[in-house]
């Protein structure tokens, strides 16, 4: 099992909310990320960062907001939750220079916006 | 970016034979392809990494081959068994460093 850890793990919340996901691992990797996927579809890429202070948005516009101001954290969050932003939020770590570029999933965030 | 193509459909084999599952990218080849096991509700799981010059990787029951000419990876799990049964996504180097990743192929193994 990898150290990468999500919280909450289901989310439901009314529209017009303010949410935060946690994603935190224990494992020093300097690269994170948030992917965005729907059940049976592909996973999108909406946030990465190679770094403490570095963050950039991914592929799928999204109108989320990540930081990261340790390396073990970062935090993805909604300012006003939609229903279209009911979803599966799954965060993820890598390291650099291994070779493998292998990516540790967390179990995610199931969240759905009423 | 890249654009990845996986088997459409739900593949349904009975236990102890092979099942093959494939992955087509449409840009260009990639220094590396890899392959990732998911099951439901849960993150993916990294497999398999193979290179560009490598022609087949094999890990236990799982053997993946890499065609640069074809732009094709195929996905072998042999002597399958219930257990296998999950969605397997390939994933290829995008801009920067990072991954996109196709849509799965959801695989049944039957007992």
């Known amino acids: 099992e990898a150290d990468i850890y999500q919280t909450p793990r289901y989310l439901v919340i009314g529209t017009g909310k303010k949410i935060t996901l946690e994603c935190s691992q224990t494992?020093?990797?300097?690269?994170m990320y948030w992917y965005q996927q729907d059940p049976g579809m592909e996973l999108h890429l909406i946030h990465y960062?190679?770094?403490?202070?570095?963050?950039e948005k991914g592929d799928l516009s999204s109108e989320s907001t990540v930081s990261r101001i340790r390396t073990e954290h970062f935090p993805l969050t909604l300012e006003s939750a939609r229903p279209s932003h009911t979803s599966q939020y799954l965060c993820?770590?890598?390291?650099?220079?291994?070779?493998?570029?292998?990516?540790?999933f967390g179990p995610g965030t199931r969240l759905t916006v009423t | 970016s890249q654009k990845i193509e996986q088997n459409s459909e739900a593949l349904n084999i009975q236990e102890g034979k092979t099942a093959t599952l494939t992955c087509n990218y449409t840009?260009?080849?990639?220094?590396?392809l890899q392959w990732y096991r998911q099951d439901p509700g849960r993150g993916p799981v990294f497999l398999l990494l193979?290179?560009?010059?490598?022609k087949e990787k094999r890990k236990e029951r799982l053997k993946v081959t890499f065609d640069t000419t074809l732009k094709q990876s195929l996905f072998h799990i042999t002597a399958s068994q219930p257990a296998d049964s999950a969605t397997y996504l390939c994933?290829?180097?995008?801009?920067?460093?990072?991954?996109?990743f196709g849509p799965g192929t959801r695989l049944s193994v039957l007992p």
């Open positions: 993820a770590s890598s390291v650099s220079g291994t070779g493998l570029n292998e990516q540790y």
């Open positions: 494992m020093g990797h300097d690269k």
């Open positions: 960062s190679y770094g403490v202070n570095s963050t």
């Open positions: 840009n260009y080849s990639p220094a590396y």
């Open positions: 193979i290179r560009e010059n490598e």
């Open positions: 994933a290829l180097p995008d801009y920067g460093q990072n991954f996109v």
